[in-house]
């Protein structure tokens, strides 16, 4: 396209001046581009052709409470009641003695990947046999974390085909998220074995795949505490546990169900500055970890108790990346009383596993419509122009009207404006 040659070698006020030149967009609306409060050093940064900060709606989900701490959960999120359903979520949980929280291990994967191997099986032992030299070479190339109680723990290698083969090497990246480190370790260990082993690597690199990274949250309601007006606790833990299972058997529920729970997840994550493609991505791999995708948490029935129990991968860290440079990172952390990666990890998985216990209550007693209708009628009044004193009178004329649409909206605004 034309004028944007080198854009990025470019100052902020000239690649803006460029749109406007260009005809994309006007003085006005660049004028509201230049307005970012995000420096323009950072800003170009933290990514390429940096032009100004999108922002999006912080919140706090209240009630958390994680193997006996409450906590404040800073949350950020474009969507209207993801923080009150998380909060009310966590509330029923708060009643019944909190959440429980796991890590097991917090250690990253990441791969070399052979291609063209005449013998796989021999290969693979050859590797295997080489393990203390790789291990070393890995931690040679980033001695920091060696230094900092971390590094590379293990190497395993799988055959991917009779012509392919993994080397799978596994790092304990402290309180990274450990991308770029392992990286650093892979092409360090790849040139080796090219050059001793006479291999075609493919490409070396981290797995997204975190399943040496994983948290288990639970938490147990007396199914008393569940009930609802006239319909019993009884009633309603059983239709919960029969969505879960419906999310075990059917990936077209599955899919909506585990939504439910990244609407929670991705929230704090990037509230906390984590990559949250990153975990959506390894997500959605261990939901189908068996063939089939399935819903990422399960609620059962067990002696008059309702049990929820959510296990995901979570590399999540408190240093690196975005985490140590945005600044309102640092005050999420704050608000989070974090001591390291590891208790981020077991928040942000209740908060999974709140947000969809208050998304199947809300499913299984009125509907996800009623909760969420006065909320998003918010947004709709927002969209055609209300002014904040107008968004009530609106929200409520519409809920009186069959079509809650945008034209019955503007329809009502006029006629409030008279
Ligand atoms: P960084 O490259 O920022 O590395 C983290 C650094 O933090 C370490 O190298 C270490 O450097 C320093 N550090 C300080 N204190 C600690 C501590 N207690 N524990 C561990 N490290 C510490 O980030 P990551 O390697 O974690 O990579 C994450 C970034 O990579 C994210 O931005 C992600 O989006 C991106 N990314 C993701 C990919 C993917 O998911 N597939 C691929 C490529 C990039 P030192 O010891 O020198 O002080």
Not at 37 to 45: A, H, I, P, Q, R
Not at 188 to 204: F, G, Q, R
Not at 316 to 332: E, F, M, Q
Not at 385 to 412: F, N, Y
Request: proline share 3%; hydrophobic share 45%; charged share 25%.
């Amino acid at each position: 396209m034309n004028g944007f040659s080198k854009y990025y070698q470019k100052d902020r006020q000239t690649r803006l001046n460029i749109l406007v030149e260009q005809q994309k967009l006007s003085s006005a609306e660049v004028e509201k581009l230049a307005q970012a409060e995000l420096d323009f050093e950072l800003g170009d940064t933290m990514i390429e052709n940096y032009l100004t900060q999108y922002q999006l709606p912080e919140g706090l989900a209240l009630n958390y409470v994680i193997d006996g701490k409450e906590y404040l959960i800073p949350m950020v999120t474009e969507e209207p009641s993801v923080i009150a359903a998380a909060s009310h979520g966590a509330q029923l949980v708060k009643k019944s003695g909190g959440f429980k929280a796991q890590v097991k291990e917090r250690l990253m994967i990441g791969q070399i990947v052979l291609e063209q191997v005449s013998d796989a099986p021999t290969l693979a032992k050859k590797i295997k046999q080489q393990q203390d030299k790789l291990l070393t070479l890995a931690n040679e190339a980033h001695p920091s974390i060696v230094s900092r109680g971390g590094g590379a723990r293990e190497l395993n290698v799988r055959i991917l085909a009779p012509d392919m083969l993994s080397v799978d090497l596994v790092v304990d990246v402290k309180e990274a998220m450990g991308a770029n480190m392992l990286n650093t370790m892979l092409e360090a260990c790849a040139k080796y074995l090219e050059e001793e082993l006479a291999v075609e690597v493919l490409l070396s690199i981290l797995s997204n795949y975190a399943t040496r990274c994983l948290v288990k949250v639970t938490c147990e309601l007396p199914v008393e505490n569940l009930t609802k007006g006239e319909i019993s606790g009884a009633k309603i833990a059983q239709k919960i546990a029969s969505a879960s299972r419906l999310a075990q058997l059917d990936p077209y529920r599955a899919t909506t169900h585990n939504k439910g729970i990244m609407n929670g997840i991705d929230a704090v994550v990037i509230a906390s500055g984590n990559d949250w493609r990153a975990v959506e991505a390894g997500a959605h791999a261990y939901a189908a970890r068996d063939e089939q995708y399935r819903g990422l948490s399960t609620w059962k029935l067990k002696g008059g108790k309702l049990c929820g129990e959510l296990e995901l991968p979570l590399p999540l860290a408190t240093v690196g990346g975005s985490v140590s440079i945005v600044p309102l990172v640092k005050i999420n952390q704050r608000l989070l009383e974090l001591e390291d990666a590891k208790e981020l990890e077991k928040i942000v998985a209740a908060v999974g596993l709140g947000q969809n216990l208050a998304a199947l209550y809300a499913l299984v007693t009125d509907g996800i419509q009623k909760g969420h209708m006065k909320l998003q009628l918010k947004s709709l009044a927002v969209s055609i122009g209300a002014k904040p004193q107008e968004v009530s009178q609106v929200v409520e004329k519409i809920l009186a009207k069959k079509a809650r649409d945008s034209a019955t909206a503007q329809q009502i605004l006029a006629e409030i404006r008279g």
